[in-house]
């Protein structure tokens, strides 16, 4: 009788099992990210799209010319010379010339902007500005932005020999927002108050839109495709 009388509690006790939430035990993937320093600002939606997989991202900041193929994936921005890894695009990046606030030049054609990191033109007076020797601000050759500032604006012309070296956009933008005679080079998503951008013809502008790159060192699958398919 007692057996009789149990079985009606077992059965409840089976069906509010089966009924109750399923309990996740899946470890978190981690992501290991090398990225670019003017890539920096398409890292908010990595996270984002790292946190809808469950997966955490850890971040090391690189020159291109160093990322490794040891890393998940990596993030810069405009096509290397060498493409030997898979690439995919998660979006474009304007790149920009930028001046002292200051600066009363506000609008040069891109051969004028080659001419004044150049050297052909070294001071502002040339194109209506004070008369100020032009201090150009470029950066290494490993960076991804000065590749497709030198292929895009210098069109394979040498910087001047007066160009200081930046080691980052923000020492950039701190170096130009302090020098009125200085000019530099920039993202659209980097800009800030300190400096201001030069405008260029709208056809010469456009022609400065460039690809941000996702690689990784083999075709993504599983938590890594669903990542780059959420950056798309």
Not at 81 to 97: F, K, N, P, R, V
Request: charged share 15%; net charge negative.
């Amino acid at each position: 009788m007692k057996m009789r009388k149990a079985q009606p509690l077992i059965c409840l006790l089976l069906l509010l099992a089966a009924c109750a939430p399923a309990r996740s035990d899946a470890t978190p993937s981690t992501l290991e990210v090398q990225f670019s320093a003017a890539a920096q600002p398409w890292l908010a939606a990595l996270y984002d799209c790292a946190a809808g997989q469950n997966a955490t991202v850890r971040l090391e900041q690189r020159a291109p010319d160093q990322f490794s193929l040891n890393a998940s994936m990596a993030i810069r921005i405009g096509e290397p010379q060498a493409l030997t890894l898979s690439a995919y695009q998660i979006g474009d990046e304007e790149i920009i010339i930028v001046v002292h606030p200051e600066n009363p030049v506000t609008q040069l054609a891109l051969i004028e902007v080659r001419q004044l990191f150049s050297g052909q033109a070294a001071n502002w007076n040339a194109f209506g500005g004070p008369d100020r020797p032009v201090q150009p601000w470029v950066y290494a050759p490993g960076e991804d932005l000065q590749q497709v500032f030198a292929r895009s604006v210098m069109q394979g012309a040498p910087v001047a020999g007066q160009a200081r070296m930046a080691a980052s956009p923000a020492e950039m933008i701190a170096a130009i927002g302090s020098d009125p005679a200085a000019i530099g080079v920039l993202t659209r998503s980097l800009l800030t108050g300190a400096v201001r951008d030069l405008r260029l013809p709208a056809d010469e502008q456009a022609r400065l839109r460039v690809p941000v790159l996702l690689l990784t060192p083999t075709r993504p699958d599983g938590t890594l495709a669903a990542i780059i398919a959420c950056l798309q």
